[in-house]
């Protein structure tokens, strides 16, 4: 919320993101199940991190996107499980709720509601109530004048439980996706992607949008095999980006932000790009590459 959202949206205010989620129109969720939950290996407790990685979407696409684990096998803490009950007895409950519900402490609460939310569980009608878990001034029950309690952060629900299939999302609903979030896409791309379908469903789920005209096909990006895939104004902004050429323009993202493709499609480690805080892109080109790297790039650009 700090790195991201702030770089796309002007003047942006947390209470935006609050009202959205509030309204329905927006939801905030781990949408894929914790990596303890249905595991081969023994299970582990899932522990509460603030690396857990947490998603908004559309209230909409809901149903497409959630792959919610069963919390019945999930291996959560005795005090989890109690709160997860209470929120299912209850519905939608406030957090004060869940406290009489159970009949703990609201320290030991708080605790509980990180965990079912590190383990993809549990969601809020509000972004605050996470943001609540986070702030340890507030977890203490400490506030200022201006400082809303912990209780202020909405209901908590239940997020469904998904069966079957290792992934709910549609191949058609997955390249939709992909196509806005990138505007071209080809396997080497999304191949650290999670929640996907097997690449074949979503080349033929390409195929079907490009035979019906909506996406263009083609070799749009050089140094990568397989076919490539592109809406129609994705190739116009990167026909106006050649012509007009090198131009300087610096641009610094968070090792967390979806433009961060060091170790996806460009060279170099995501482990060294984390440590360093920020990425430094200059014409597109991370300003940190070795020079060996910065050839390759060269070659695989002409």
Not at 15 to 22: G, K, M, N, R, S
Request: proline share 7%; charged share 30%; with cysteine.
């Amino acid at each position: 919320e700090s790195q991201i959202l702030p770089k796309r949206v002007a003047g942006y205010k947390p209470e935006y993101l609050d009202e959205l989620c509030h309204t329905g129109e927006v939801m905030w969720a781990r949408l894929s199940a914790h990596p303890s939950i249905d595991s081969a290996s023994p299970p582990k407790r899932v522990r509460p991190t603030r690396l857990a990685p947490i998603a908004f979407f559309l209230r909409d696409d809901a149903e497409q996107l959630i792959v919610a684990g069963d919390g019945e096998r999930a291996p959560l803490s005795e005090i989890a499980r109690e709160t997860l009950a209470a929120i299912e007895r209850r519905g939608a409950p406030f957090f004060n709720d869940v406290v009489k519900e159970t009949g703990r402490l609201p320290a030991e609460i708080e605790a509980a509601l990180w965990e079912l939310a590190a383990a993809g569980l549990v969601s809020a009608d509000r972004f605050d109530a996470l943001r609540a878990l986070f702030d340890s001034k507030r977890r203490l029950g400490e506030k200022g004048r201006r400082q809303r309690p912990r209780s202020a952060g909405g209901r908590w629900t239940r997020l469904p439980v998904v069966t079957g299939e290792a992934h709910a999302v549609e191949a058609e609903t997955a390249v939709r996706i992909l196509l806005a979030r990138w505007g071209v896409v080809f396997r080497d791309l999304v191949a650290r992607e999670i929640n996907l379908p097997p690449w074949r469903e979503l080349l033929w789920a390409l195929r079907r949008m490009e035979a019906q005209g909506e996406i263009r096909g083609g070799r749009f990006v050089s140094g990568y095999v397989g076919e490539q895939f592109a809406l129609p104004e994705a190739l116009d902004a990167l026909r106006a980006v050649r012509r007009s050429g090198p131009s300087g323009e610096e641009v610094a993202v968070a090792p967390s932000d979806p433009l961060n493709l060091i170790g996806v499609i460009l060279p170099g480690s995501r482990g060294e790009a984390a440590a360093a805080g920020r990425i430094r892109y200059v014409d597109g080109v991370p300003a940190e590459l070795k020079p060996s790297d910065v050839r390759w790039l060269a070659r695989a650009a002409l």
